[in-house]
């Protein structure tokens, strides 16, 4: 058996190439990935990833969950779902954005998805047409880029500082824009401790964001996975929040505030909006999982999702400051970093000149890595930054990463004096 | 809030249909589904349904096997997973496949989706440039048709009979299409115990098949969920099993022999078609829930798929016995239907004249519900079939359910003379 399957593989008789669609050609692995595949194999220490810590899972209440949902609701659990997702999760979703974000909703307002992944694919489908022009942040999370991507439509980047997204630069471009007659389709922003930059939109900005949706008539696309791991500073409302004509789309998941094994997050949207979608999500997977759905909505209706993020944020808020006070202790001067008051990231920027996809290679021989800032940019056009990731390692770890990381850095100042 | 929230919906000053794609504006909901809601809050029998009778659902070992996974594997389980899938559950598979249908494969030809569903949305993308000729069963899975639909592919409709595909008709229009310089990009087939039409292709034609596919240069989506659950006769190897070029992209589902509450199934192919098929895969839900993959890893690595088949096959093998007596009971002369020997639908043609969808009414006042036959022709252009369903109801209720139907159909034959 083996031999004739290695004979299989080996013949290759097939012109493979001559069957894919011309965007299949196109598609390319991310360069990332296939970088991190090379770190995980080795003792480096990586501040590339970008996964919640395991020691977050909230494992035992997860046990006691599930055997609830075997023995009472099998019958759903087990079950297809409707496209929309498990109606009690929905209405608890609602519910919960409504308490928690002041956000007044009801339960036609919410869509289950397997993972926000999958809305960004939704949304590219639905909203879409080749040359649409949709607004992204510079930089800004890279698999909605590659999401958004098989859609073909024309990225606009507006800058990010510490506030956010440049907003100001965004209403220029759009005046420019109008006077050519054209339209942009909508604003993808991740408002809140934002992949990759760590930054937070500020409360004017979103405000702002929102009058110039009325004004230029687009669409808001609000992703805000983070917004609940908030290690310091004052809670800001979502976008959402302040969206009176159902502007907003609003992404939000269980990756970071349960577990991401779930692949579980929603959409909220005006029901309008969520019918379309619904329609387009029967075609690429008819539901998102009904056991995670079943799972999520004891986690959510009884409270359990309001008690565990508190242990969360004690669990990562250490590790966020192990790394802000590495970088101030070990980084030479010259770079410069973000300081987020939550999330998952901080965003490096070191002296123009230095390409941190080239550096790569001497930091994974040094026994660190991170990820090239590039991919992050819709044109691919800065090459002297980096995202660093502080959940996933311990403290003593993320001290010497950084530490290993600034001789590297300091190498290659000197190398370009 | 309340109020808030019903202005909000009311006021409705958005334009919704202005940011839609051309291709969203054209997406419609299935008439079928919006039927079935009907038909799902009275107490009509209805044998319309698609779904696997929960009795068959293995809760309790469902039970062990998650304790188990919570306890010694809630670091993958839980947290994110690759792309093509859970390496064991991907090696599981292999054997099992190798194993039972003497198909020899290595876990590079395996990819985890999220459900076949996900699998056609994914062949879609990679293979299908609009206009590309697609050929399908006439009758085929309405949720292909509508997942490939996207792509904008050209159908080419094959019709059934007893022993599947006609594949000499197939050979006819592949010759003609030849002369006109024009290629097929795949064909898809529900190989065994069709959906809709319970017809199993037979080993010659599987065989033909093959030999078509190379000299006429193209692919074979092989869709097999249902092969497992056979009733009567003898097994017949998959299509996959007489692919020695790698011409065969097979897809497989636990839904069947599991449970869909977990959304999995997985897809079998060469793994260059593999690899597009995970770029592609990427974009669209980064991976299938790994909650459900690992769980699904100790079902079949631990043998319980093999103990739990057969006794799927004890619970659903005196339904079907119970809807053949039955039509064969109570249906007027001119009635038509297929004799599965496994799976879960049969496939019932009334005279010429009878619209089905029509006649829909009637029935669901007369207590019974069916699935028009139209909207599994890709050209719907066949208005005097339907899909029966013998696995969800239990067999006092089929027999009584047929009886119904029955009535109905001879109160239209009447009415047509």
Not at 16 to 23: G, H, N
Not at 76 to 98: C, D, H, V
Not at 400 to 407: D, I
Request: aromatic letters at 10%.
């Amino acid at each position: 058996m083996q031999n004739k399957l290695e004979n299989k593989l080996a013949a290759q008789p097939l012109d493979f190439e001559s069957f894919f669609s011309q965007k299949a050609m196109e598609m390319k692995a991310s360069e990332v990935r296939e970088l991190l595949k090379l770190v995980e194999t080795s003792d480096v220490i990586s501040l590339a990833g970008g996964l919640p810590a395991p020691e977050t899972f909230p494992v035992d209440i997860i046990k006691e969950i599930t055997m609830e949902v075997l023995s009472k609701h099998a019958d759903k659990a087990l079950q297809y779902g409707t496209t929309k997702g498990f109606t009690p999760l929905r209405l608890a979703l609602a519910r919960w954005m409504e308490k928690r974000y002041g956000i007044p909703m009801s339960k036609v307002e919410v869509m289950i998805v397997a993972g926000s992944q999958q809305a960004l694919d939704l949304i590219g489908r639905v909203f879409i047409d080749p040359g649409d022009i949709v607004v992204v942040e510079a930089p800004t999370y890279l698999a909605a880029l590659n999401a958004f991507k098989f859609y073909e439509p024309e990225f606009l980047s507006i800058p990010l500082d510490d506030d956010g997204m440049k907003v100001d630069v965004l209403e220029e471009k759009l005046k420019k824009l109008k006077a050519e007659g054209k339209r942009i389709k909508f604003v993808y922003t991740v408002s809140t401790f934002q992949n990759p930059a760590g930054v937070t939109m500020s409360l004017e900005r979103r405000k702002h964001l929102i009058e110039l949706a009325k004004e230029y008539d687009f669409l808001i696309v609000e992703d805000n996975p983070y917004s609940e791991l908030r290690y310091s500073g004052e809670p800001i409302p979502p976008i959402k929040h302040f969206d009176d004509e159902g502007r907003v789309i609003y992404l939000g998941t269980f990756s970071k505030i349960f577990a991401p094994g779930f692949r579980l997050g929603w959409v909220s949207a005006h029901p309008h909006f969520i019918r379309k979608m619904e329609i387009a999500k029967q075609a690429v997977d008819l539901c998102a999982n009904p056991f995670g759905q079943v799972i999520a909505w004891k986690y959510v209706e009884d409270g359990h999702l309001d008690r565990h993020i508190p242990r969360i944020i004690e669990f990562y808020r250490p590790r966020r400051d192990a790394m802000l006070e590495a970088l101030e202790e070990y980084m030479p001067e010259g770079v410069r970093w973000t300081k987020p008051d939550g999330g998952m990231f901080i965003w490096v920027t070191l002296p123009e000149g230095i390409d941190t996809k080239l550096m790569m290679e001497k930091a994974v021989a040094k026994g660190v890595a991170y990820v090239p800032g590039e991919a992050f940019f819709a044109h691919r056009d800065v090459k002297n930054t980096m995202r660093l990731n502080f959940t996933y390692v311990p403290e003593d770890k993320i001290r010497e990463g950084v530490k290993r990381l600034a001789e590297v850095i300091e190498d290659e100042m000197r190398r370009l004096k």
